[in-house]
């Protein structure tokens, strides 16, 4: 146990001690993941039951919640919207001394540390505790969610006391306060239930054991389901440690239970023991980290900082499961209900495309399982092909509210759901780009090449000919949230004219390779001739808001015109912009909520000739008050890509911070961690996977003294390294290949890796 207890140097983060202003963000930030299971990092003792109704003007200590992703139902709220159910806490355990409960609230935290052992996916604790009485009480714990086998979790924690003769009673259950859903099997090892409104049904399984010194404890009570109850005598300084393993299944078929597969996977976890989970996890995350580390030698800071980002990224994610996503906030807290936004796909995917593509696949097949869901919200508004929603869950019906109840009791609209349609175009985009960068053609024919033609379709539907002989796109919202219901969106037209010509040139593709599997498509959409010829007048009308002689996007109809207001004077600012200014006056100015046209320069910089995509950025990067946490981190890759290192890694000082926010109460941010990793790999590391052969043009800060990383690329993985103005590309695994370095084509094989001078 010792050696298990011991965090990797250099790979840990910790917090000491206890403050309720940041508790609930050191719980976000430290939560585990496998990408099917999620918990926050609360404490499994020294803490109280998490029941009151209404919290008004006190705020809540700690925020403990376990997910299963997909699990969805629909709680009662207004409006109503699906979310995912938090389900019973396994980690919990409550301990009486001599009558009293163990709690940090009742006596003096000596010690009390949290670290997040990234390197090995393990959260550790370690804490000391004197009670009012005198007795002193050490813990040690170790918790993790297998990243080897995704239905299981482990927890080992080991308690002494500092005198002989202490009674103690020991309580592990399975905490089942605020769990709304409906019991259908509670049986002593194993329960089962089943959401109200969705027919979705989850089983849990678990077995405790208890050694007290060398011996083990002897058989617990068991009262009721997943309860054990142990009695004892303490002896000073002796070791009593508790051993849990814990199993889950979710089935989405209500004529299917789940029950049978959570016991096959105790059963799995029993026959090797706490030690042999413990071992194969570790071996697993070794694996991830072999693909997805990041090494920086130069800013040790920002090294922790991509290894933060790295963890949670490989935590949200499940390769195995095609009908989950990763949402806005993982499953690391209970912030926007696990909705799916457009995140996933701009800000998430580039980092699974390059290290993990099995896991990006699944995302993406997620995106095509709720193309039906987008067919029908696109009806209902009046389109053709597929609009996606805005906000999903597991069905991809559009999950953002319409309106919701003002802290004053008003009715306020949300217009997200009705307007940002953006979303189409940016899941074409990662549909496209990741099979351009994987050469998946099962993933093309089956899913991606009709995902392809239905957001092209929409698109085309979407761009009204109007009396000026242009294809207008009205009563948008872009990324800038700040400005709703605008014509013309650069952004939004932009992507939108991409997706149509993608679609075109994808079908060709279809046309020539797989004759047949396109004539069956092209029949199964109903696709004609007629129907084409009015995609590429949409190619050629779609307004476009780019002035040659300025060299500038105006960011959407009408946007020069507004209020400029110089940000520089409100920079010491504690809250938002539109706080501060006022949501009508924000409105009618130029600031910007998160980058927009700066998101247009990252994604398609052909977009900007010559040397428009700087001019553009100087002249939106000042403007943009960055409201939201997508947006710094975008503004870095961007700003590395056009050279500026010192304004990127100003950027990204500004995010990478690995100190508990307040604000991240709610869950990681996701999207930004994504972000800070395309800022590294893509901006300073100048990875290009968007054309025929992977390229790299990389433009490192002078205090970095070396980059390394590694990208999957058409089923090779090349390792990159940057340093002394120079980048080597090394191919660890593949066939020879192209590659594009600094401007020049060359064949990479394994027997001869590539230098050039940067």
């Not at 189409?424 to 099962?442: F, K």
């Not at 033609?453 to 294809?471: I, M, Q």
């Not at 600094?742 to 990479?748: A, D, E, I, K, W």
Request: charge should be negative.
């Amino acid at each position: 146990m010792p050696d298990a207890m011991r965090p990797t140097p250099g790979w840990t983060a910790s917090h000491q001690g206890y403050n309720v202003m940041t508790e609930s963000a050191v719980e976000s930030r430290f939560a585990l993941g496998n990408g099917l299971l999620g918990m926050r990092a609360s404490r499994s003792i020294n803490r109280r039951p998490t029941w009151v109704s209404w919290l008004g003007y006190i705020r809540w200590a700690s925020w403990p919640r376990c997910y299963v992703a997909g699990l969805f139902d629909v709680p009662n709220t207004e409006p109503p919207v699906p979310a995912l159910v938090p389900v019973p806490d396994w980690s919990r355990l409550h301990i009486i001394m001599n009558g009293d409960p163990l709690s940090a609230y009742a006596g003096e935290i000596l010690v009390g540390t949290r670290s997040l052992d990234m390197r090995r996916g393990v959260l550790l604790s370690d804490w000391k505790v004197r009670m009012p009485s005198g007795l002193i009480v050490a813990g040690q714990e170790l918790r993790l969610l297998s990243q080897a086998d995704r239905a299981a979790g482990l927890q080992v924690l080991r308690l002494t006391f500092d005198r002989d003769d202490v009674e103690v009673q020991a309580e592990a259950s399975f905490a089942l306060a605020g769990l709304d859903m409906d019991p259908e099997r509670m049986d002593q090892d194993v329960g089962a239930w089943r959401t109200e409104s969705t027919g979705k049904r989850l089983a849990i399984a678990g077995d405790i054991t208890v050694r007290l010194g060398e011996e083990e404890l002897v058989a617990p009570m068991r009262p009721f389901s997943l309860c054990w109850l142990w009695d004892w005598r303490s002896k000073a300084d002796q070791p009593v440690e508790f051993r849990r393993l814990f199993t889950v299944a979710r089935s989405d078929d209500i004529a299917v239970d789940p029950a049978p597969d959570a016991i096959d996977a105790l059963a799995r976890v029993r026959a090797i023991g706490w030690r042999g989970v413990l071992d194969a996890h570790e071996a697993a995350w070794s694996d991830r980290w072999t693909a997805g580390d990041v090494e920086i030698d130069g800013d040790d800071n920002l090294q922790m900082a991509l290894r933060f980002v790295a963890y949670h990224l490989t935590s949200a994610a499940n390769p195995d499961d095609e009908r989950v996503s990763v949402g806005a906030r993982g499953l690391t807290g209970d912030a926007y209900f696990g909705h799916v936004f457009w995140d996933t796909e701009i800000y998430l995917l580039p980092f699974y495309m390059a290290v993990w593509p099995q896991a990006a696949r699944a995302m993406l097949m997620y995106r095509f399982h709720t193309l039906p869901a987008a067919r029908a919200k696109a009806v209902h508004q009046g389109y053709r092909g597929a609009l996606y929603a805005w906000e999903s869950a597991d069905t991809g019906e559009e999950t953002t509210p319409e309106r919701v109840v003002g802290p004053n009791g008003e009715l306020i609209p949300i217009l997200t759901g009705l307007m940002e349609h953006h979303i189409s175009a940016d899941v074409a985009m990662a549909v496209w780009r990741y099979w351009r960068a994987t050469d998946d053609d099962d993933f093309f024919l089956t899913a991606g090449a009709e995902i392809m033609l239905e957001t092209a379709r929409f698109w085309a539907s979407r761009a009204v000919l109007e009396a000026d002989g242009k294809r207008h796109i009205r009563h948008v919202i872009g990324p800038d949230e700040y400005h709703e219901d605008v014509d013309d969106n650069a952004f939004t037209n932009e992507m939108a004219r991409w997706n149509i010509a993608c679609a075109l040139d994808a079908l060709e593709l279809l046309q020539a390779r797989w004759p047949a599997q396109a004539a069956a498509l092209e029949t199964k959409l109903a696709l004609g001739h007629e129907e084409l010829a009015d995609w590429r007048d949409a190619v050629a009308r779609i307004v476009s808001v780019f002035d040659p002689d300025t060299g500038l996007y105006e960011q959407f109809a009408g946007y020069f015109g507004l209020e400029p207001i110089d940000l520089a004077a409100y920079a010491d600012r504690t809250v938002p912009m539109d706080v501060v200014l006022g949501r009508a006056r924000t409105t009618g100015s130029q600031v910007i909520k998160q980058a927009d046209v700066v998101a247009l320069i990252a994604l398609l910089p052909e977009a900007f000739p010559d040397a428009s995509a700087l001019t553009n950025f100087r002249y939106y990067e000042p403007r943009c008050a960055h409201g939201s946490s997508l947006s710094a981190a975008m503004h870095a890759m961007v700003a590395a890509r056009l050279g500026d290192a010192d304004m990127a890694l100003r950027y990204l000082n500004q995010v990478a911070q690995l100190d508990p926010n307040p604000n991240a109460a709610g869950g990681v941010r996701i999207a930004g961690l994504g972000g800070i990793w395309q800022a590294v790999v893509l901006g300073f590391g100048g990875v290009d996977m968007t054309g025929d052969v992977l390229a790299l043009a990389p433009r490192p800060p002078t205090l970095w003294r070396s980059l390394s990383f590694r990208v999957c690329w058409r089923g090779r993985t090349i390792a990159v390294r940057i340093a002394g103005g120079r980048v080597t590309a090394t191919l660890v695994e593949g066939d020879a290949i192209d590659i594009r370095i600094c401007g020049t084509t060359r064949v990479l094989t394994a027997s001869a890796p590539i230098e050039a001078t940067i």
